[in-house]
């Protein structure tokens, strides 16, 4: 029954930066494994970053080292930050949230998502 409140999409040019936000109902935010996807209608979904309720992050290698991953669960909050963006990080962004790590990086039975937010990189 969690309760996802995404922000931060936007439209931006190529090599600015976003930083995305999502803020979490509930009371067991820091025992979940926590991760952005992101998909457009010609890609499959894309699991873009996870953090393990142990704060270890995974990235995937079209992001490395351009995208941050970060929780602060006093407030919550997982945060995506997008730098060096490119046209093809345009896609919508979901934030999502699973017990278990190796569920939330396969993207199988996720225990809960977000809406989304959306990210348009264009010139």
């Known amino acids: 029954q969690k309760q996802f409140v995404e922000s931060g999409g936007a439209l931006v040019q190529p090599g600015d930066s976003l930083r995305l936000s999502c803020v979490v109902s509930?009371?067991?935010?820091?025992?979940?494994?926590m991760g952005w996807f992101r998909q457009t209608p010609e890609k499959q979904r894309e699991l873009v970053a996870a953090?393990?309720?142990?704060?270890?992050?995974r990235y995937a290698d079209s992001v490395k080292g351009r995208f941050t991953i970060s929780r602060d669960n006093a407030k919550n909050t997982v945060y995506l930050e997008l730098s060096i963006l490119k046209p093809e990080d345009t896609a919508d962004y979901y934030c999502?949230?699973?017990?278990?790590?190796?569920?939330?990086?396969?993207?199988?039975?996720?225990?809960?998502w977000g809406k989304g937010t959306h990210v348009t990189v264009s010139s």
């Open positions: 953090i393990s309720s142990a704060n270890i992050t």
């Open positions: 999502a949230a699973d017990r278990s790590y190796i569920q939330l990086f396969l993207g199988r039975n996720i225990d809960y």
């Open positions: 509930g009371r067991t935010f820091n025992a979940y494994n």
